[in-house]
T-cell receptor, first 115, second 114 residues
Framework: GAGVSQSPSNKVTEKGKDVELRCDPI?????LYWYRQSLGQGLEFLIY????????KSGLPSDRFSAERTGGSVSTLTIQRTQQEDSAVYLC?????????????FGQGTRLTVV | AQSVTQLDSQVPVFEEAPVELRCNYS??????LFWYVQYPNQGLQLLLK??????LVESINGFEAEFNKSQTSFHLRKPSVHISDTAEYFC????????????FGGGTRVLVKP
């Protein structure tokens, strides 16, 4: 596709369940980012993948959150034992390179609601 | 670590009037600066960015922002807004060595009234 694709677009889950959110970056983009947009916290960085380097996980809020990127392309963000405070829009972005001179393109996001 | 402050959470403005969205940042290292826009029911889009060189940067739709190092500011301006400029605007910074790992401000919601 032409842009960053995220699925599902909406997800409602019960507290305590695990969820997986998927991101398909733009083809050829080596850098991939996850952000979270919530009412209380605004837009927060979660994790960053660049090529084959170890990911920068410094933004993950707890050990319930993890992410992987298989084959340098698709990424999955997993939240275990979801809590109500995990409710947010989870945004994925990708860019051609790792420098800020290359624009990051954002997906439409996955709206997660924990009930 | 960096932080970004957008002083106004909402800015109502009449069509064809000027608008200024304020952004201040703090950082112990050199940063790049960005403005992103989120139109209703759409994803984030890059509006403009400052990397180096001229401190005044412009977008294709008439917005401009000026990097002021002494005041650690990167305010966004447009001399005459349109209804279609109704959106939420986010200021962001990244460390020069950190790619697009962005620290965002809280956002400013602009509502353009006819």
């Amino acid at each position: 596709g032409a842009g960053v694709s995220q699925s599902p677009s909406n997800k409602v889950t019960e507290k305590g369940k695990d969820v997986e959110l998927r991101c398909d970056p733009i083809s050829g983009h080596t850098a991939l980012y996850w952000y979270r947009q919530s009412l209380g916290q605004g837009l927060e960085f979660l994790i960053y993948f660049q090529g084959n380097s170890a990911p920068d996980k410094s933004g993950l809020p707890s050990d319930r959150f993890s992410a992987e990127r298989t084959g340098g392309s698709v990424s999955t963000l997993t939240i275990q034992r979801t809590q109500q405070e995990d409710s947010a829009v989870y945004l994925c972005a990708s860019s051609r390179g790792q420098t800020s001179s290359t624009e990051a393109f954002f997906g439409q996001g996955t709206r997660l609601t924990v009930v | 670590a960096q932080s970004v402050t957008q002083l106004d959470s909402q800015v109502p403005v009449f069509e064809e009037a000027p608008v200024e969205l304020r952004c201040n940042y703090s950082s112990s290292v050199s940063v790049y600066l960005f403005w992103y826009v989120q139109y209703p029911n759409q994803g984030l889009q890059l509006l403009l960015k400052y990397l180096s060189g001229s401190t005044l940067v412009e977008s294709i739709n008439g917005f401009e922002a000026e990097f002021n190092k002494s005041q650690t500011s990167f305010h966004l301006r447009k001399p005459s807004v349109h209804i279609s400029d109704t959106a939420e605007y986010f200021c962001a910074v990244s460390e020069r060595a950190a790619g697009n790992k962005l620290t965002f401000g809280g956002g400013t919601r602009v509502l353009v009234k006819p």
